[in-house]
T-cell receptor, first 112, second 116 residues
Framework: NAGVTQTPKFQVLKTGQSMTLQCAQD?????MSWYRQDPGMGLRLIHYSVGAGITDQGEVPNGYNVSRSTTEDFPLRLLSAAPSQTSVYFC???????????FGQGTRLTVV | AQSVTQLGSHVSVSEGALVLLRCNYSSSVPPYLFWYVQYPNQGLQLLLKYTTGATLVKGINGFEAEFKKSETSFHLTKPSAHMSDAAEYFC??????????????FGSGTQLTVLP
């Protein structure tokens, strides 16, 4: 039982490149979300999904797209990478009515 | 709208001393409150949570927190710090909702250093 798996763990991009951060869960949770973590700012919500086919924006959605075709997968796409998107990205699932979140190990992205 | 304030971005304690990490929240409805711990180069792990009922909640690794509604606080404590407690700690709030949104709002984090 892997929980929440993120790939890749590390990535370096050039400004303007696009890429997809993968997130897969085997917990059968409906709710999934993407956060970015920056020093001194905690975790900020980028996008979230309440189930397959349903996504919505969080606090900092600009420059990112998501889709949710299956319960298990929730990829995050960077359309045209910018240095401001250098960050650590976490995918999470949430279970139950008490909203307990389970996190992946993170993807450390550097945009040069 | 919900928000979380963690007082002190860095806290240092000696091994064996009391650990106190402060968290205050604002929420327009009864909240669910969480403390997460993040070890270097890892994801976040749930330490403890308050949902309903007893206001003093116990978590893993000897940590506990008390929900004080009148003070809108949820401070994290541990009677005796251990070197392995060195990590970053995040307080988070989620509003009780009958809808499908399950958004967590995080504080900015507190880096705990344990001195030998």
């Amino acid at each position: 039982n892997a929980g929440v798996t993120q790939t890749p763990k590390f990535q370096v991009l050039k400004t303007g490149q696009s890429m997809t951060l993968q997130c897969a869960q085997d917990m059968n949770h409906e709710y999934m979300s993407w956060y970015r973590q920056d020093p001194g700012m905690g975790l900020r919500l980028i996008h979230y999904s309440v189930g397959a086919g349903i996504t919505d924006q969080g606090e900092v959605p600009n420059g990112y797209n998501v889709s949710r075709s299956t319960t298990e997968d929730f990829p995050l796409r960077l359309l045209s990478a910018a240095p401001s998107q250098t960050s650590v990205y976490f995918c999470a699932t949430t279970k139950g009515r008490f909203n307990e979140a389970f996190f992946g190990q993170g993807t450390r992205l550097t945009v040069v | 709208a919900q928000s979380v304030t963690q007082l002190g971005s860095h806290v240092s304690v000696s091994e064996g001393a009391l650990v106190l990490l402060r968290c205050n929240y604002s929420s327009s409805v009864p909240p669910y409150l969480f403390w997460y711990v993040q070890y270097p180069n890892q994801g976040l792990q749930l330490l403890l949570k308050y949902t309903t009922g007893a206001t003093l909640v116990k978590g893993i690794n000897g940590f506990e927190a008390e929900f004080k509604k009148s003070e809108t606080s949820f401070h994290l404590t541990k009677p005796s710090a251990h070197m392995s407690d060195a990590a970053e700690y995040f307080c988070a709030v989620s509003e009780v909702s009958s809808g499908s949104a399950r958004q967590l709002t995080f504080g900015s984090g507190t880096q705990l250093t344990v001195l030998p």
